[in-house]
């Protein structure tokens, strides 16, 4: 059994980037863990409403993966490049400790969002062997309405290079992203379920799949 932990800059990333993968590996009996790194908070102007409305959902989406834990950092959403870089890497650090994960998924360091470049440093820092030495496997997804939009003139691209079969799962992947309240929205809107179907087929045509999600492998253990 190996330890996984997805860590997302802002819920719904996991899943975005990561969903499938997730579901067949706990189905496939490992143990998952997921870290979502910042929190609505009123001083941003989100309501006692809907801050209580999100942490239902939290709980949801939870339950629906089964999820060995979650662990929430709560640092203010849109706001990670304004705090200390290491406020940031011991919040990541805490986790690591705990959970001692052996594969990691983070987001891609040039998507549009800055929140998702200060998660993956943050995460990174974390995954030097004599920091953490359970860290066997490193691997950064691809986030629909951010890894697309990055317009970096110095950014190679999103190139994956690892691929993982997730065609029985992309319906329960799509079911799961739909509790996420107003993140869902009518195609050609990024995040759509059109638009993570048509993503999840083409990387699916790329290793002869119906359905795929698909990762760079930053680091690999053998």
Request: glycine share 6%; aromatic share 8%.
């Amino acid at each position: 059994m190996t330890t996984i932990l997805a860590v997302a800059p802002h819920p719904d990333d996991e899943t975005l980037g990561c969903g499938g993968a997730l579901l067949r590996a706990i189905a496939e009996g490992h143990d998952v863990h997921w870290l979502t790194m910042t929190a609505m908070r009123p001083e941003l102007g989100f309501s006692s409403e809907r801050m209580a409305a999100r942490a239902a959902e939290l709980e949801a989406v939870a339950k629906a993966y089964g999820f060995a834990a979650s662990h929430h950092a709560d640092f203010p959403t849109t706001r990670l490049d304004t705090l200390p870089v290491s406020d940031l890497v011991t919040a990541v650090n805490d986790v690591f400790k705990r959970v001692r994960p052996h594969t990691i998924y983070l987001p891609y360091r040039n998507d549009a969002h800055s929140d998702h470049a200060a998660v993956f440093d943050a995460v990174t820092a974390c995954c030097k062997s004599f920091r953490h030495p359970s860290v066997k496997r490193v691997c950064v997804y691809e986030t629909l309405s951010e890894t697309e939009f990055g317009l970096r003139t110095d950014d190679p691209g999103f190139r994956p290079n690892v691929f993982i079969d997730v065609s029985p799962w992309l319906d329960r992947k799509i079911e799961i992203m739909g509790m996420y309240a107003g993140e869902l929205g009518k195609f050609p809107f990024p995040r759509s379920e059109e638009c993570i179907r048509a993503l999840a087929v083409l990387r699916g045509s790329q290793v002869g799949a119906q359905a795929a999600e698909a990762f760079m492998l930053l680091k690999e253990t053998l």
